[in-house]
């Protein structure tokens, strides 16, 4: 089987989305698959290959297709350089010659459609629900769609009952390399093999560390952030909160935000390489993932990287109990707390500080549950389906 995998994304990018994409194709083609990634030519901060930047075999192609990049003038054209971008990628793929054997996999409904048109199998992924705008003109878009791939049963559930019949879709949540982060370190070595600043290792290993990973931000709403840092002031000095992620404009909001309320023990990272992160990991005492009630999206329809990777580090979780995080975790394999709440989140890291048998005993419950979530089943679920 031939799969051309087309999205409209920059790659690679910092973001959690890129390095899925890659890493499905890299597990397409692993299991089997011919596999090609078809993605806009754009502008890059990052000068590294996709494969070198994840981590990945070079076990499948990347093609660049020629699209004028507007980023350069994107502070004078606000939201309309990610339309005009969009246009230009699409009008691109209109006249692009593809192997008419091939199958197409895209997050992006419009090329569905396109693709359609031409005659192709055509597979669409899912890791959200539409807005209200966006609804009617993406569903139209999917409406005559081979299958759907989403990440979890509330998604399915709002195709099965505006669109598609359900024999059409798979529910295939996010996964994870486990090897990558079932590493045998203990604290002090990973903060070594971290090669950081002497003030920030001492920080470190002469503390209690909370460690949250990833983007702090999605569709401009901030994942709980605020609320961890409130947790901060219930917690006493010897409790450390590491942030590792976030965009510059996302650091440069919490450090003033930090700096302004004076929030104490408090350290911002930053965004570093994805192979950095299992060490992160182990250098935590806790694991904490705040989402949000305000969002249906955190609410319903998330399936976020980092839990997969939380859970194979074999380290205590901390999340808020959300209906799209119950899907994955639950009072078995993890901690979970009411949403939005400072003091709840504060109450349950003394709990789990206090009580390192319980969470030896949740720890060993989520490695042995995320088990079934790798990247190497996903695909071969998938490739199983389309077949």
Not at 9 to 22: D, V
Not at 99 to 117: H, S
Not at 301 to 317: G, H, N, Q, V
Not at 370 to 379: D, L
């Amino acid at each position: 089987m031939k799969i051309i995998y087309i999205v409209n994304a920059r790659i690679p990018t910092e973001k959690a989305h890129g390095y899925q994409i890659c890493k499905m194709c890299e597990e397409f083609s692993k299991a089997g698959a011919e596999v090609e990634l078809l993605v806009p030519k754009r502008n890059n901060p990052i000068k590294k290959n996709a494969f070198s930047f994840y981590g990945l075999r070079s076990n499948f192609k990347i093609k660049y297709l020629k699209s004028f990049d507007f980023t350069k003038v994107a502070k004078y054209l606000g939201r309309i350089n990610f339309y005009l971008q969009s246009l230009l990628f699409f009008m691109g793929l209109v006249f692009k010659k593809i192997d008419e054997k091939a199958v197409i996999y895209t997050r992006n409904p419009e090329i569905v459609w396109l693709f359609k048109l031409k005659g192709f199998r055509v597979g669409y992924e899912c890791h959200g629900w539409f807005s209200k705008k966006r609804k009617k003109i993406f569903l139209f878009f999917l409406r005559k769609c081979d299958w759907i791939i989403v990440t979890n049963n509330y998604i399915k559930q709002e195709f099965t009952k505006n669109i598609l019949y359900k024999e059409k879709i798979l529910v295939a949540p996010i996964g994870v390399d486990i090897k990558i982060f079932d590493i045998n370190v203990d604290k002090k070595s990973a903060v070594e093999k971290l090669n950081l600043k002497n003030e920030i290792k001492n920080k470190l290993l002469n503390n209690k560390v909370l460690v949250y990973t990833g983007s702090f931000r999605a569709i401009g709403v901030t994942k709980g952030i605020e609320e961890i840092l409130k947790a901060s002031r219930l917690l006493n000095k010897d409790k450390l909160i590491v942030f590792v992620g976030g965009t510059e404009k996302d650091l440069r909001y919490f450090r003033f935000r930090i700096k302004s309320s004076k929030f104490k023990n408090i350290l911002l990272i930053g965004y570093r390489p994805h192979s950095e992160i299992p060490y992160w990991l182990k250098v935590a005492d806790i694991l904490i993932y705040s989402g949000t009630r305000k969002s249906e999206k955190f609410k319903k329809y998330t399936s976020p990287l980092k839990l997969f990777e939380y859970m194979a580090s074999k380290r205590p979780i901390i999340a808020s109990d959300l209906p799209s995080i119950r899907e994955i975790l639950n009072t078995e394999n993890a901690i979970l707390v009411k949403p939005g709440s400072a003091k709840a989140l504060a109450n349950a890291i003394k709990f789990a500080l206090e009580n390192p048998d319980f969470c030896a005993k949740i720890s060993k419950q989520a490695y042995k549950d995320v088990q079934k979530y790798t990247w190497e089943k996903r695909a071969k679920r998938i490739l199983e389906f389309i077949k």
